[in-house]
């Protein structure tokens, strides 16, 4: 059964309202110290709805301008950046977003908390998020290695409204020899990785996969596919 949100999209009944439950956790050895877990059911279902229309409502998103290869395009994707006090700025695509504090939207920090106690020994100090109005909206293929998360970041993407596919592919190696064709084919199914991004789900990018995959939420055909994701990252002090 699919019922209706005040966003007007549609999304699928709770398959299991006890939110004890979070869903089957996997871990993806993605090899060479790369690693990516996914919770499916990380959040309840009905508060993450909740989550979603706040986050719509009250984040004060842009759609920016940023320069691909040399040239200034339009950002495919609403954006806001949320970080602590003191950290060095953000840049990337030659964009430095606005910096907006925590204390001015507490949900962000309950979330927060959920993540921290999820994944023990983790701090995050900052948060992009990521609005996609449509199926046309899209993050083209690209890592997050700026120097300011350290060599291994860990990241922490929380997912809400329609599923998406999330796409990883292994960056060519440079230190390798080209290998044969039968190897490259042998080695294909390893070296791409799907998800489909569920409403209320986490998903955890850790050790190497910055340095040496690369990640995407390609385009999506059918319409009213409305989605918030929520990065949580730490900046290097
Ligand atoms: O929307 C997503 O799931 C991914 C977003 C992303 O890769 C990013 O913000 O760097
Ligand atoms: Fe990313």
Redesign the pocket.
């Known amino acids: 059964m699919n019922s209706q949100s005040s966003l007007g999209f549609v999304l699928t009944t709770n398959p299991n309202p006890n939110t004890n439950n979070k869903g089957r956790k996997r871990i993806l050895d993605l090899g060479n110290g790369s690693e990516v877990i996914y919770i499916s059911r990380f959040l309840p279902f009905d508060e993450s709805r909740k989550w979603l229309d706040y986050l719509n409502m009250e984040m004060p998103w842009t759609r920016p301008s940023i320069r691909v290869f040399g040239r200034s395009c339009t950002q495919p ?1 609403d ?1 806001c950046y949320i970080a602590s006090e003191g950290l060095p700025e953000l840049r990337y695509s030659g964009y430095t977003p606005c910096v907006y504090s925590w204390d001015n939207y507490p949900p962000l920090k309950t979330i927060l908390d959920a993540v921290h106690e999820a994944l023990p020994g983790s701090s995050f100090n900052s948060l ?3 609005r ?1 109005q449509s199926g046309s909206d899209y ?1 083209a293929w ?1 890592s ?1 290695d700026e120097k300011l998360y350290g060599p291994t970041p860990e ?1 922490a ?1 929380v ?1 809400f409204g329609c599923e ?1 596919e ?1 796409l990883l592919k292994k960056k060519p190696s440079k230190a390798l020899p080209a290998q044969s064709t039968s190897s490259r084919l042998k080695g294909k199914a390893a070296d791409h990785h799907s998800f489909m ?1 569920k409403h209320g789900s986490l ?1 955890v990018m850790r050790g190497y996969t910055q340095r040496d995959w690369v ?3 390609p385009k999506r055909a059918k319409a009213g596919a409305f ?1 918030i ?1 929520l ?1 949580f990252r730490n900046v290097m002090t």
Request: aromatic fraction near 10%; proline fraction near 0%; glycine fraction near 0%.
């Open positions: 994707r954006t992009l998020l990521n996609y993050v690209h997050d990241i993407s997912s998406r999330f991004l998903l990640h995407s939420v989605r994701n990065t």
